[in-house]
């Protein structure tokens, strides 16, 4: 529990509580609430040829997460970390794969901070493993679909791991991905997007003009859907705003954009499971990517 601390305005007061106030490690007896999980990890990302550094995003996330008041009336609760320090990413995503299916199966809203976008394929098996997971959409909002077919695991082969899976396990799965970047996608991954059944907004076509209608087209895709898996890639900002990642957006979508499609989402009432990837604290400025990523959770969590 070392990251959580920062300001006490009133030790007795609720009202007055941030995060770090609150938090308690995660217990097994523990009430349904909601459960912070880590991924640190960067090995997917070294595989991808990225810019290592994001094994430390969960603890900047925290050290982010701290002094944000509290807004929420559920459990707070710090499950620490799956890390991997020995190279065997698939031994990591499988450790967490099992710290997420327990955690849903005792009620909790597991939150997953990376580490790579190698934390989706772990959370996806982690929902596939619960009870009652049904029909799976996953919402990715990303500049990369995440679907190339290599031979080793990356931080850019999640979705297609996750839609191979699901084909040889008779699970029915949905895959949205929006913020899609045309400058970061080859031809060959647009194909595989369309082979795949991919639905996507490009991040041209994403703008507060269409955005009405853009949001609608998206509930209407989740609409089959008995769980939703929600996760978020930092390098789907522009750059300015989200500097410290792998993979800098040039463009990027704005964040008063992507909200109300987080929210769209949220409010279909069937989230399960929530992430969010790519947090690279040696590459990030003054701490700009750890508190957007925070004010993500904390949006999200209220």
Not at 169 to 174: E, K, M, R, T, V
Not at 185 to 199: D, I, M, S, V, W
Not at 265 to 278: L, M, N, P, W, Y
């Amino acid at each position: 529990m070392d990251n959580w601390h920062g300001r006490i305005d009133d030790p007795t007061d609720p009202e007055t509580f941030r995060w770090h106030q609150v938090v308690r490690p995660m217990e097994g007896s523990a009430a349904p609430g909601i459960a912070l999980l880590g991924f640190a990890s960067d090995e997917g990302i070294r595989r991808n040829n990225g810019r290592p550094g994001a094994a430390d995003g969960p603890a900047a996330m925290r050290n982010a997460l701290a002094n944000l008041p509290v807004a929420h009336t559920r459990p707070l609760y710090d499950a620490g970390d799956v890390a991997c320090t020995d190279g065997d990413l698939e031994g990591a995503q499988q450790r967490y794969a099992a710290c997420v299916t327990g955690l849903l199966a005792d009620g909790h809203f597991p939150i997953g901070m990376g580490g790579g976008h190698e934390i989706a394929f772990g959370s996806y098996l982690g929902l596939a493993g619960s009870a009652n997971a049904g029909r799976i959409a996953i919402v990715n909002l990303d500049a990369h679909f995440d679907l190339r077919d290599n031979p080793v695991a990356t931080s850019g082969t999640p979705f297609l791991q996750a839609s191979r899976h699901a084909a040889a396990n008779g699970i029915a799965l949905d895959y949205v991905c929006l913020g899609t970047s045309a400058a970061s996608n080859t031809r060959r991954l647009f194909r595989t997007a369309q082979e795949t059944g991919t639905r996507y907004l490009v991040d041209q076509d994403m703008t507060a003009a269409h955005s009405r209608a853009q949001v609608e087209r998206v509930r209407q895709w989740l609409q089959p859907a008995d769980s939703i898996y929600l996760t978020i890639c930092l390098d789907v900002l522009p750059h300015a705003v989200a500097p410290g990642v792998s993979a800098p957006n040039a463009r990027g979508v704005s964040l008063d954009l992507l909200e109300p499609f987080i929210a769209a989402t949220v409010q279909t009432g069937r989230v399960k499971i929530f992430d969010i990837a790519e947090l690279s604290p040696p590459l990030d400025r003054d701490n700009a990517t750890a508190r957007v990523a925070a004010r993500l959770v904390h949006g999200l969590v209220q």
